[in-house]
């Protein structure tokens, strides 16, 4: 399983780089230290909702739900990519 959180961490920093439109986001950077706000935090969650919410309908609330606790909670690629691992079981 690490390899696939490995994984999803790596889409996580890509999507925050792109919503940042700056320098690359590691996985290990915070999101609001590098330079994300809430209406970029909902983007994000959105982003991510869209790209992992599970195939059988009514679940992606919850994963949004989720991960809109989480990223107040820590807002690194690596936090949110958990989150997602352990909603895709």
């Known amino acids: 399983m690490l390899v696939e959180t490995n994984d999803i961490a790596a889409t996580v920093a890509g ?15 915070d999101f609001f230290i590098s330079g994300g706000d809430s209406l970029r935090a ?28 989480a990223i107040f909670d820590d807002a690194t690629p690596q936090a949110l990519a958990a989150v997602i691992e352990r909603h895709r079981r």
């Open 15 to 29: 999507e925050m780089t792109d919503i940042l439109a700056g320098e690359p986001v590691a996985v290990t950077d």
């Open 42 to 69: 909902v983007e994000l969650i959105t982003r991510l909702t869209d790209r992992y919410r599970p195939a059988q309908g009514g679940e992606e609330n919850v994963l949004g739900s989720a991960l809109l606790v």
